[in-house]
């Protein structure tokens, strides 16, 4: 076994990590999504700091880690194409934030907005992951 061979055992073992992450986030948010809404409604304050597009935006992120994961699991040169999608929906989400953080009328608006640091690790991992992936694509490791 070579160095290809053992990179991609390792991008299979996180594929089985993300797509258990994905499916997870994917459960929950269908399961305790429309409950947490509901409960929203009941507090007083619930129209400032409600983010109606949060759900959707985490659902996004669910699925196409999920595929991500599937497709690194599988060990197939198209898992790429589900790392640019990670990439370009993580991408896409700090541009949300950073508008919700210019737009928020308080400090601790702002605050709520900005991206958790786990958040950006996470984004530089996928970058990572996706940079490993070409490689072993590239030395014929996938099929």
């Known amino acids: 076994m070579d160095v290809a061979d053992?990179?991609?055992w390792l991008l299979r073992a996180i594929g089985a990590l993300w797509l258990v992450g994905g499916l997870f986030l994917i459960r929950q948010l269908l399961t305790f999504g429309p409950l947490e809404r509901a409960l929203d409604q009941l507090s007083p304050d619930?129209?400032?700091s409600a983010d109606r597009g949060r759900d959707a935006w985490m659902l996004a992120g669910g699925v196409t880690t999920a595929l991500?994961?599937?497709l690194l699991l599988a060990g197939t040169r198209w898992a790429l194409l589900g790392l640019c999608a990670?990439?370009?929906h993580q991408m896409a989400y700090f541009v949300r934030?950073?508008?919700r953080?210019?737009?928020a009328k308080t400090e601790d608006g702002?605050?709520?907005?900005?991206p958790a640091r786990?958040?950006?690790n996470a984004f530089f991992f996928s970058l990572c992951v996706a940079v490993l992936t070409s490689w072993v694509v590239s030395q014929g490791a996938m099929w």
């Open 86 to 88: 990670v990439i370009v």
């Open 68 to 70: 991500a994961g599937a």
């Open 110 to 114: 702002a605050e709520d907005a900005r």
């Open 46 to 48: 619930a129209a400032e």
């Open 6 to 8: 053992g990179a991609l």
């Open 97 to 99: 934030q950073r508008r």
């Open 118 to 120: 786990a958040t950006i």
């Open 101 to 103: 953080e210019l737009a």
